[in-house]
């Protein structure tokens, strides 16, 4: 089967009649079940993906092709999708299957796309490992020995090791781009509000944003393009008019980029991410485009403020599973308080809880101002200083992660370790606007390398234009 890296190179295979639709369900179900040990999907839909690549290829032969007609799709395990089953991850969700489907999977469903499993995250999206799932940790398929990154961590393997032609994810503070970055693909985090929320899990409601997977810079234009808008079950959408990015991506323009220089001198970044940022710097002069170097001091504030933020965020979202509602109920208790306790207790893992404990703790009386309060302030002045940077340039260069995929296991005992994989990430999540990481050279242990690329809000058609001309996913 050819290794395809595009969604137009499929359709164009299925015009041709060199494939169906039927031969490459059947080609993922096969490579499903030989990489099962990965761990990516949580659930797999054979029988409803075969049936639905039968009457593709009836549509094909009608001449009622979708823009997505051929594409087998995983969604991140926070995404609804009618009559299927979603739990974040969780044992508090065990047995609960959503109702409707989010509004982003039914833009794609109407483009005929074909999903074909649920994929496997960090709990309730909180992680940068994988490693807080119920369902246990996903391996990264270029060393099965390291992490595939999270929150998204399913959605990442399941299209580094083509189990999937691609898939969605969600950011918070880098869920997308993090182990996009890790598995050497591209992910997308598009501006806050660009998408509709309307099905997506929360986390931190005033970050979460549905984003892509995916080998090739043209399918995640294809696909927000499809995703975007308003959206009457969502009041947070933006109405601002949604680009044609797959147009938007071609012809190859120039940009104004500053990069940080303070982020590249901090002594936490490896060395061999440090050099590849390097290396693009001087590619991106090479082919004729502006870049500068400018000082951004804020770096230390970026994660604490996000964790402040996110962990009061959740602990009201979260707040909803009771043990009555949804999914999980504790057994044998009949007095209600302690029914909330020990389902509570039971249904989360140790990481939720943590954060659910931080959070009503920032926003407990006596203390909010200190934390939670003071915690807006600062994302109100790093969201200026880096639309003060965007002002006169188009786009702001890091890395996208300090490190490249560590060891299963490795950072699990330390939360702030872990935290501080989201240094790079955090800024964009913070601002709002839009950032996608891409892959760019590899470590000296072959593992890919993640840079990150940011922008005004609703810039993604110049953003992706930019990643467009350097992407080449293997
Ligand atoms: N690692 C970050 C966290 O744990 C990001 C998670 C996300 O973007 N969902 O919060």
């Keep these: 089967m050819t290794h395809y890296l595009s969604i137009s190179e499929i359709q164009k295979d299925l015009r041709e ?3 169906t639709c039927v031969e490459l369900v059947n080609y993922f179900l096969t490579r499903i079940k030989e990489l099962k040990h990965l761990n990516a999907f949580l659930d797999v839909y ?3 993906a075969i049936s639905h690549a039968k009457k593709s290829d009836e549509k094909i032969k009608n001449g009622q092709m979708g823009r997505l007609t051929g594409l087998v799709m995983g969604l991140k395990d926070v995404i609804c999708y009618k009559n299927h089953p979603v739990q974040a991850s969780s044992k508090i969700l065990n047995g609960f ?4 489907n989010a509004t982003a999977v039914e833009r794609l469903l109407n483009e005929d796309v074909n999903i074909i499993g649920r994929l496997n995250c960090d709990e309730f999206a909180m992680g940068a490992s994988n490693e807080n799932s119920a369902f246990g940790h996903v391996h990264n398929f270029v060393d099965e020995t390291r992490v595939s990154g999270g929150s998204s961590g399913g959605s990442a393997v399941a299209v580094q090791a083509n189990l999937c032609h691609a898939a969605l994810g969600s950011d918070t503070g880098g869920s997308v781009r993090q182990p996009a970055s890790f598995c050497g693909i591209v992910g997308l985090k598009p501006t806050y509000s660009r998408i509709s929320r309307y099905g997506l899990i929360a986390y931190a409601s005033s970050f979460d944003i549905i984003g892509t997977l995916t080998k090739s810079v043209e399918d995640a234009a ?20 949604v680009q044609q990015y797959s147009k938007e991506i071609l012809p190859a323009k120039k940009y104004k980029i500053a990069y940080i220089k303070d982020y590249l001198e901090n002594p936490a970044i490896n060395f061999s991410i440090r050099r590849e940022t390097e290396n693009f710097i001087s590619l991106l002069k090479d082919r004729k485009h502006t870049i500068e170097g400018v000082d951004f001091p804020f770096l230390d504030y970026m994660v604490p403020t996000y964790y402040l933020l996110t962990t009061a965020e959740a ?3 979260l707040a909803r599973y009771d043990g009555l509602r949804y999914g999980q109920r504790a057994e044998g208790i009949h007095e209600l308080e302690n029914l909330y306790k020990k389902s509570r207790t039971e249904g989360f893992g140790e990481e939720v809880k943590r954060r659910i404990m931080l959070g009503t703790f920032v926003l407990s009386e006596g203390f909010q101002d200190a934390y939670f309060t003071k915690a807006q302030k600062v994302r109100r002045v790093i969201k200026d200083k880096t639309m003060e940077i965007l002002a006169d340039y188009d786009f702001i260069l890091t890395p996208t992660t300090p490190s490249t995929a560590f060891k299963l296991g490795e950072h699990t005992q330390d939360p702030v370790q872990m935290y501080l994989q989201d240094i790079f990430t955090v800024q964009a999540s913070l601002a709002g606007i839009p950032a996608v990481s ?14 990150q690329l940011m922008g005004r809000e609703f810039c993604e058609g110049d953003l992706l234009n930019l990643v467009n001309q350097f992407v080449n996913c293997p």
């Design 97 to 100: 299957h959503s109702i409707y």
């Design 17 to 19: 009649k060199r494939i």
């Design 222 to 241: 294809l696909l927000l393009e499809i995703m975007a808008g308003k959206d009457e079950y969502d009041s947070t959408v933006s109405s601002s008019e």
């Design 46 to 48: 054979e029988e409803e």
């Design 315 to 317: 602990s009201a979202n």
């Design 438 to 451: 891409f892959p760019f050279g590899k470590d000296d242990d072959n593992l890919p390398i993640g840079l």
